[in-house]
Each structure stands twice: as structure tokens, then as C-alpha cells.
T-cell receptor, first 113, second 113 residues
Framework: GESVGLHLPTLSVQEGDNSIINCAYS??????FIWYKQESGKGPQFIIDIRSNMDKRQGQRVTVLLNKTVKHLSLQIAATQPGDSAVYFC????????????FGGGTRVLVKP | KAGVTQTPRYLIKTRGQQVTLSCSPISGHRSVSWYQQTPGQGLQFLFEYFSETQRNKGNFPGRFSGRQFSNSRSEMNVSTLELGDSALYLC????????????FGSGTQLSVL
């Protein structure tokens, strides 16, 4: 069943365009960041991760950018496809905080054909 | 390789009852972590088990507990259920812990009436 927030920020994007999803994280000591994708009725699925000693990492059609100065993380999806419609969560972990995983509120991406 | 399996998929309980949810991790994964997902609070970390020991705990009351067996399968229990416990409960497994790529199950949707 539907498991995510009813009032999530929503990004509407045309099929084929690029998407940028932003996330502000809270802990300056966080040293590992992950993006997850959650489709309706499913659990989150790993997309890409980045360690705090990097500022950019690329995967297949996805790029994660990390700006530690302003505590900002972004996920770029190239050539967005209908299958990219989902809720996207960023997550952070700090070893200093005992390796507790903290998730952001999520962004809903709707791809228009 | 089979994914993370959670049972049951749906559960309806009444206030004051208790409930036990089950999670079978991916074969070879020793870390199992649990999460609560609600529209209001989003995804929140409950606890992590590794080699039958609770290694990490989120900010939830003692009514929420868990355990892990020698085969890495895990259960979580919620006692004296409250209406606010209605949520999607997700478990995730990984080789070594939450500080790496997590594989999530599809969750157990708990409704407390």
C-alpha cells in the first residue's frame, strides 16, 4: 500500500529531461550519504552513495553531488524516464553519532510522458 | 539470490495488543536493521542487529524491541499497541552494517484500530 507522505515536495519533469533532487542534511559530522528510490508498495531501493571525502560520484544516468560547506546533497537523473517516477530519499550516517541512519523527508518525482 | 523477505505483508491489530513482525535477510548478510515509515514522520531508524546483538537503537520507546537469530533472521515486537504505531515497518539487510548499501524488504503494513 501507499507508504510515503501525502505532502511531499513534488518535482514534475518531462520525459527525457534531466531531474535534480535536492537534500539538506543536518549533521556536519556525517561521513556517508546515500540516495534511495521508493516506488509505491515497495521498500526503498539503493541508487547511489558517496563518502564525505568526495564531492561527486557518477553512476548509470545518475550523479550525486555533495557540498559539505552548505550541507547540501543533490541527485541528478539524466534523461528521466517514466520508470523514474517514485519518491526519492537522501540518507546520512555519522560514525561519531553511532552509525545511526537518518533519512530526509523525501521528494516525489512525477515523469510526464 | 532471494531478496529480503518480510512477513506478514499486512496486519490489523487493536490498541493494547502486541505484534511480532519477521524479516529474513539476504543469504550471507549479518546485519538487519528496522525502520518505521509514516506519512507524518517519514522514515525513522528503529534498531540494528548484527550477529544476534543489538548494535544500535533509534529514539523509540521500550515497547519496540527486536531480536536476531543465529541464522540472521530477525523479529521485531511492539507491545501495548497505540494508534500512532500504525505504519509501514521496513527491514533492511547488509553484509556488515548500516554504513553501506542496504537492501530493503517490501515491508509490513500495520494498522492499529
Amino acid at each position: 500500500g501507499e507508504s510515503v507522505g501525502l505532502h511531499l515536495p513534488t518535482l514534475s519533469v518531462q520525459e527525457g529531461d534531466n531531474s535534480i533532487i535536492n537534500c539538506a542534511y543536518s549533521n556536519s559530522a556525517s561521513d556517508y550519504f546515500i540516495w534511495y528510490k521508493q516506488e509505491s508498495g515497495k521498500g526503498p531501493q539503493f541508487i547511489i552513495d558517496i563518502r564525505s571525502n568526495m564531492d561527486k560520484r557518477q553512476g548509470q544516468r545518475v550523479t550525486v553531488l555533495l557540498n559539505k560547506t552548505v550541507k547540501h546533497l543533490s541527485l541528478q537523473i539524466a534523461a528521466t524516464q517514466p520508470g523514474d517516477s517514485a519518491v526519492y530519499f537522501c540518507a546520512e550516517i555519522s560514525k561519531a553519532a553511532g552509525n545511526k541512519l537518518t533519512f530526509g523527508g523525501g521528494t516525489r518525482v512525477l515523469v510526464k510522458p | 539470490k532471494a531478496g529480503v523477505t518480510q512477513t506478514p505483508r499486512y496486519l490489523i491489530k487493536t490498541r493494547g495488543q502486541q505484534v511480532t513482525l519477521s524479516c529474513s535477510p539476504i543469504s550471507g548478510h549479518r546485519s538487519v536493521s528496522w525502520y518505521q515509515q509514516t506519512p507524518g514522520q517519514g522514515l525513522q531508524f528503529l534498531f540494528e542487529y548484527f550477529s544476534e546483538t543489538q548494535r544500535n537503537k533509534g529514539n523509540f520507546p521500550g515497547r519496540f524491541s527486536g531480536r536476531q537469530f543465529s541464522n540472521s533472521r530477525s523479529e521485531m515486537n511492539v507491545s501495548t499497541l497505540e494508534l500512532g504505531d500504525s505504519a509501514l515497518y521496513l527491514c533492511a539487510s547488509s553484509l556488515q552494517g548500516v554504513g553501506e548499501k542496504l537492501f530493503f524488504g517490501s515491508g509490513t503494513q500495520l494498522s492499529v484500530l
